[in-house]
Structure formats: C-alpha cells, structure tokens
C-alpha cells in the first residue's frame, strides 16, 4: 500500500510541474512579424491604424523617420479569468499534494492540507505578474511615401496582429498572407 502511496506522490509533482509548464506557456511572450499590403496610400493607412491603435489604448512614442518606423507602447492585463483558473487549480493541485503528503507521513496530522492555502494564491499570483507588461507595436513602411499602394511591416503581439487584421481589413483594404489567422495555436 505504501507503493502506491509514493507511486501517487510521483504522479501529484507531475501534475505540479505541469501547472508550472502552463503557467509559464500562459504568460509567454507572442510577439510576431508580419507583412501587410494595402491598395490605399500609406498616409491613410497609417493614419487609419494610428487611430485605431489610440482607441484601443496604445500610446504613440515616436518612431524614426529616415527608417519609416511607427513605435507605440501599450499595457496588458492579465485575464480575470484565467487568475481565477489557474488559481483553483493551483488550489486544487496542492490540496492533492498535501492529501497525498498526509497519507505517506500520517504523524503529521491535517498540516500537509494547509499547501492549498500557498498554491491557489501562488498560481494566481505568479500569473498577474508574469502576463501584466508593457508591451510594444512597431509599424516599418515598406513602400514609398508617395507611393499608390502601401506595404506594412507590423511588430506586435499575436492577438493584436489579428485583431488588426480582422477589424480593418474592411475599412483599409488590409491584405496578409493568413498564417495568422490559419495558425493553430
């Protein structure tokens, strides 16, 4: 019985660094490159986006003139919901954890259990801070001021990549190749 015991122990700190692999994989950096074109001027797409972004929260900082480059910052915040998540699970986890803890080491009483006080905190915790940055937007012209058709070269993160493409391919005529939208992950 007691093999088990320790076979179950094994198993609950597979679980653990498992939590902590989709902690990590939660809060991960997705910053992509992607090219776009356009059968607009650049001045008006890059105005378009400009407003865009600023509604969306994204602060312009400048850019560089000679090199055709747009920069703007913006915060991001972690998900409410995946706290809370991964909170209970981190919760659940190390109420488990202490289970198996006080089935191996019965002398040590109900202590054990007082892991899930740490770890539905813990998990939430490290999440907010790890995923709550400030990230960056780069815009780099491609094409010629004055030219007839624009060509983007976008920096940002994933989400706002497709939320870019999805929001003003309409309004702007924004074309990419899809992969962003096609991408399974």
Not at 10 to 28: C, D, E
Not at 76 to 84: D, K, P, Q, R
Not at 143 to 150: G, H, L, V
Request: charged letters at 20%; glycine letters at 8%; a neutral charge.
């Amino acid at each position: 019985m007691h093999t088990a015991f320790a076979s179950t122990l094994l198993l609950t700190f597979l679980l653990a660094i498992g939590l902590m692999f989709f902690l990590r994989a939660a809060s991960k950096d997705r910053t992509t490159v992607v090219d776009i074109q356009s059968s607009l001027p650049p001045l008006e797409v890059l105005k378009g986006i400009s407003d865009w972004l600023a509604a969306r929260g994204w602060r312009e900082i400048g850019g560089d003139a000679e090199m055709k480059v747009l920069r703007f910052n913006g915060s991001v915040a972690a998900s409410t919901f995946l706290t809370i998540f991964l909170s209970i699970l981190g919760g659940l986890g190390s109420a488990c954890l202490g289970l198996v803890v006080t089935q191996l080491f019965p002398f040590l009483g109900w202590w054990p259990l007082c892991l899930s006080l740490l770890g539905a905190p813990l998990a939430g915790v490290v999440y907010r801070i790890r995923s709550s940055r400030v990230e960056g937007l780069e815009i780099k012209l491609l094409s010629e001021d004055d030219a007839s058709q624009t060509r983007l070269r976008v920096r940002a993160h994933r989400d706002e990549l497709i939320a870019m493409e999805l929001e003003l391919a309409k309004d702007f005529g924004l074309m990419s190749d899809g992969s962003l939208l096609s991408s399974p992950i």
